[in-house]
Nanobody, 111 residues
Framework: QVQLVESGGGLVQPGGSLRLSCAAS????????MAWYRQAPGKQRELVAR???????YYASFAKGRFTISRDNAKNTVYLQMNSLKPEDTAVYYC?????WGQGTQVTVSS
């Protein structure tokens, strides 16, 4: 089973930016869809963005225009660039590949 390790979370002021990274173990990384989800306290986990092996992307409506998902298949890594962050973006962000999940990285947007 693939191991996924997220990094890059933290505390940021409203309007700020963060870049999350997710490093995946194993082979054949380039053939898999990769996705970022998030879960805020008391809420269900929700899809943020998804990217195919060839780089075709999909975004949740709240992420469009502010977040960018990308991948580097040579490094087995997927990224989530988050700009214009809002307090409602506060959540634990998880990396996903098929049935595998990372441990999550906390993103807190607060002044």
């Amino acid at each position: 089973q693939v191991q996924l390790v997220e990094s890059g979370g933290g505390l940021v002021q409203p309007g700020g930016s963060l870049r999350l990274s997710c490093a995946a173990s194993g082979s054949d990384f380039s053939i898999y869809f990769m996705a970022w989800y998030r879960q805020a306290p008391g809420k269900q986990r929700e899809l943020v963005a998804r990217i195919t092996g060839r780089g075709v992307t999909y975004y949740a409506s709240f992420a469009k225009g502010r977040f960018t998902i990308s991948r580097d298949n040579a490094k087995n890594t997927v990224y989530l660039q988050m700009n214009s962050l809002k307090p409602e973006d506060t959540a634990v962000y998880y990396c996903n590949q098929q049935n595998s999940w990372g441990q999550g990285t906390q993103v807190t947007v607060s002044s």
